[in-house]
T-cell receptor
Framework: EAGVTQFPSHSVIEKGQTVTLRCDPI?????LYWYRRVMGKEIKFLLH????????ESGMPNNRFLAERTGGTYSTLKVQPAELEDSGVYFC??????????????FGNGTRLTVT | AQTVTQSQPEMSVQEAETVTLSCTYD???????LFWYKQPPSRQMILVIR??????QNATENRFSVNFQKAAKSFSLKISDSQLGDAAMYFC?????????????FGQGTELSVKP
């Protein structure tokens, strides 16, 4: 089966611009998560979709970040306008079932975002 | 709130030797899950090993084993007979037991290099 796909793999934008990251989960996976790692720090949770619904968005840093998952398939994460502190690696992960014991979490390769 | 701490930003090991990566966490919960994830350079993050807090026996997966000390809130990863392919960033992570679809809480990561 195809894995979790993220693109672009790298993005360099200027402060104030808009960037949209995309995540294609494994087909059939209802659960989709976004995480990010700011340089040298821990990976932090952003939000969790179950199908098209936001189950937990407690990690979204501010209203410059907008995540969508229309139709419960792929998801996008838009940053508008981007700030310098948004630089980091954004990871997407998916799982079929909420219970990880039956359905492990699969990660994508991540999108490295650099805001200059 | 739960936290995970990895105090070793970098570690190095000689090929075929053994190395131990440290992880401590803080939680008020009695039941939870702990994980070690590995992210090779430019590749996706994969699960190395997991431990259920209610199990006293330390988890083992081939050359990978953990030393789970619940009272001390410590969860170290031991890699035996290190191989060049073990070179990667290693993340320790926590997940609450009571929300199966819940988010992972990660540590800062430890970058492991393996010397031939």
């Amino acid at each position: 089966e195809a894995g979790v796909t993220q693109f672009p793999s790298h993005s360099v934008i200027e402060k104030g611009q808009t960037v949209t990251l995309r995540c294609d989960p494994i087909s059939g996976h209802d659960n989709l998560y976004w995480y990010r790692r700011v340089m040298g720090k821990e990976i932090k949770f952003l939000l969790h979709f179950v199908k098209e619904s936001k189950q937990d968005e407690s990690g979204m840093p501010n209203n410059r970040f907008l995540a969508e998952r229309t139709g419960g398939t792929y998801s996008t994460l838009k940053v508008q306008p981007a700030e310098l502190e948004d630089s980091g690696v954004y990871f997407c992960a998916s799982s079929q079932d909420r219970d990880y014991r039956n359905s492990p979490l699969h990660f994508g390769n991540g999108t490295r975002l650099t805001v200059t | 709130a739960q936290t995970v701490t990895q105090s070793q930003p970098e570690m190095s090991v000689q090929e075929a030797e053994t190395v131990t990566l440290s992880c401590t966490y803080d939680t008020s919960e009695s039941d939870y899950y702990l994980f070690w994830y590995k992210q090779p350079p430019s590749r996706q993050m994969i699960l190395v090993i997991r431990q259920e807090a209610y199990k006293q026996q330390n988890a083992t997966e081939n050359r990978f084993s953990v030393n789970f000390q619940k009272a001390a809130k410590s969860f170290s990863l031991k890699i035996s007979d290190s191989q060049l392919g073990d070179a990667a960033m290693y993340f320790c992570a926590y997940r609450t037991f009571y929300n199966q679809g819940g988010k992972l809480i990660f540590g800062q990561g430890t970058e492991l290099s393996v010397k031939p």
